[in-house]
């Protein structure tokens, strides 16, 4: 494993160690700098917050939809009682 990638790991590791902390007090968001501490861990370094809150981020990963999904889409459209589905 490259340094870097060893790096990111343990990064990564204390980020959810952190935001799982049993107790909210002690809890990585939950402290006196809210949100902006999540914000500010060294994990999300390279994250371009400002794309992701504008919503222009490009997706990461862009499933295939097969063309048995749409029509299962579809089936369900047209079966289900509109008060069933989700709301958009």
């Known amino acids: 494993m490259l340094l870097s990638q060893a790096a990111g790991l343990q990064e990564l590791r204390d980020l959810v160690k952190r935001l799982l902390t049993h107790s909210p007090s002690q809890r990585l968001g939950s402290l006196k700098g809210g949100a902006l501490d999540v ?7 390279d994250f371009d917050w400002e794309s992701f809150e ?34 958009d």
Do not use: E, R
Request: proline fraction near 12%.
């Open 39 to 45: 914000k500010a861990h060294p994990w999300f370094k």
């Open 54 to 87: 504008n919503q222009t981020m490009p997706a990461p990963y862009i499933p295939k939809v097969s063309l048995a999904s749409l029509q299962l889409v579809s089936w369900w459209q047209k079966h289900i009682p509109k008060d069933a589905q989700a709301a």
